[in-house]
């Protein structure tokens, strides 16, 4: 199946073994534009319009993300379902998302990857901090125990290589961890 799969589709197919237990398309579009970000050396700075240019053909825009998620699924290479709160999660078997990740593995991307997946799961972490104990706790506390996975695996890269992205997380949801006993 990997081989049938034009270049963008295979490179998005690599990319998405960076995430443990699902995704959300969110994330697999904050995903596709940071790489993307990070093949122009702008890591959060607004593209030139030659790079611009240049980088549409290169790598998929937001929508193009949609539409090679949309394929990969009808490939059978993701697994699609709708959440209570209308979103879609997606997720890989997990044969092939080892499969994934030892394509990704051949290539040099893995760090940077692995980088802008602590910092996605930081800044969703601190976004539901100020929520865990108000009106909305319910709503965040489920949508942080279906990110958990991920969770233990932006964290476990921080601890090795950037100890204060580890602090952050583990500091935001510290509410979450002791509410649902994963300690």
């Given at each position: 199946s990997y081989d049938l799969l034009?270049?963008?589709?295979?490179?998005?197919?690599r990319r998405l073994a960076i995430f443990a237990g699902g995704f959300s398309v969110e994330a697999a579009e904050f995903l596709s534009e940071s790489v993307a970000n990070l093949k122009f050396?702008?890591?959060d700075c607004e593209l030139k319009s030659e790079q611009q240019a240049s980088l549409q053909s290169v790598f998929p825009n937001p929508q193009s993300t949609l539409d090679l998620l949309s394929s990969l699924i009808d490939k059978n290479l993701l697994v699609s379902k709708e959440q209570t709160d209308n979103n879609v999660r997606l997720r890989m078997l997990e044969i092939v998302r080892e499969f994934a990740f030892e394509m990704l593995g051949k290539l040099d991307e893995i760090d940077d990857l692995r980088q802008i997946h602590a910092h996605y799961f930081l800044e969703l972490a601190e976004e539901a901090e100020p929520f865990l104990q108000g009106e909305e706790a319910n709503k965040w506390l489920e949508k942080l125990e279906t990110e958990n996975d991920n969770f233990r695996a932006a964290l476990g890269w921080s601890?090795?290589?950037e100890a204060q992205t580890a602090v952050r997380i583990t500091a935001a949801l510290r509410f979450f961890w002791t509410n649902h006993t994963h300690y």
């Open positions: 034009d270049e963008d589709e295979k490179d998005l197919f050396g702008k890591a601890l090795e290589y």
